[in-house]
């Protein structure tokens, strides 16, 4: 049932993003800035001064727009760089180029190519694991085995996720790097290699909810279906 499949995926994953969205933004300003002192000095710092933007479509727009931190309290006070996800995607084009939209695709790809697998085959095994043979996985079962697997998942990618938003935050106005190899040695001699976990708590505080959603929700709809 491929429309089946595919419409229960598309669900559970809006479902999933409108979950974990509030902690990415969390997790990419620990990993960009250095102002914040902890995740929940970010958390407050972030909902006292501004509201974040849930609307960006792609990925470098979604990160350029959560690293705002203007303060935008009164009528007065100075118009962000970016006004919303369209007016950052023309900006980006204006001043960057059309190579301006792409930045750090690679570290991306390299980040979901092998994440992927593990996500999945995590999720599988912990399912099959702890179902009886011939029965299909409870709820709870599905609920901490997306879970499990997005934590897991996450524990791989955070460090290229951590090169992935510093490259997309480098632009005209600020570090340039030389591509997914500078920008990791530039990291590393100027922070330490503990720079690649950064964001891993949060990561994995949002990747568990999240996805332990998303599994529910997809298994939840197909067997709906397949009983229609």
């Keep these: 049932m491929p429309v089946e499949e595919f419409v229960a995926g598309w669900i ?18 620990l990993q960009t800035q250095t102002s914040y002192q902890g995740i929940i000095d970010c958390m407050v710092k972030t909902y006292r001064h501004e509201s974040a933007y849930f609307l960006a479509p792609f990925d470098l727009i979604k990160v350029r727009l959560q690293n705002q931190t203007e303060l935008r309290t009164q009528p007065s006070s100075p118009l962000p760089r970016y006004q919303g996800p369209m007016h950052c995607l023309a900006s980006i084009f204006r ?17 979901d190519t092998p994440t ?15 179902t009886p043979n011939g ?14 697997a997005g934590i897991t998942s996450w524990v791989t990618a955070t ?11 480098a632009g005209p106005k600020q570090r340039e790097y030389g591509g ?3 920008c990791m040695v530039s990291s590393v001699r100027q922070e330490g ?24 929700s997809y298994e939840h709809l197909l067997h709906r279906w397949e009983r229609a």
């Design 159 to 169: 460090p290229l996720d951590v090169i992935k938003s510093r490259m997309q935050m």
């Design 180 to 182: 997914v190899l500078d």
């Design 116 to 130: 992927l697998g593990i996500y999945f085959a995590t999720y599988e095994w912990l399912c099959r694991e702890s």
């Design 135 to 148: 029965q299909n996985p409870s709820s709870t079962t599905v609920l901490v085995a997306g879970g499990f």
């Design 193 to 216: 290699l503990g720079v690649f976990f950064r964001g891993l708590t949060i990561n994995s505080a949002r990747a568990f909810p999240v996805n332990a959603v998303t599994f529910l």
């Design 12 to 29: 559970s994953g809006a479902l999933g993003l409108v979950l974990g969205h509030p902690f990415d933004t969390i997790k990419v300003r």
């Design 95 to 111: 001043e960057e180029g059309p190579r301006g939209l792409f930045r750090g695709a690679w570290a991306l790809t390299l980040r």
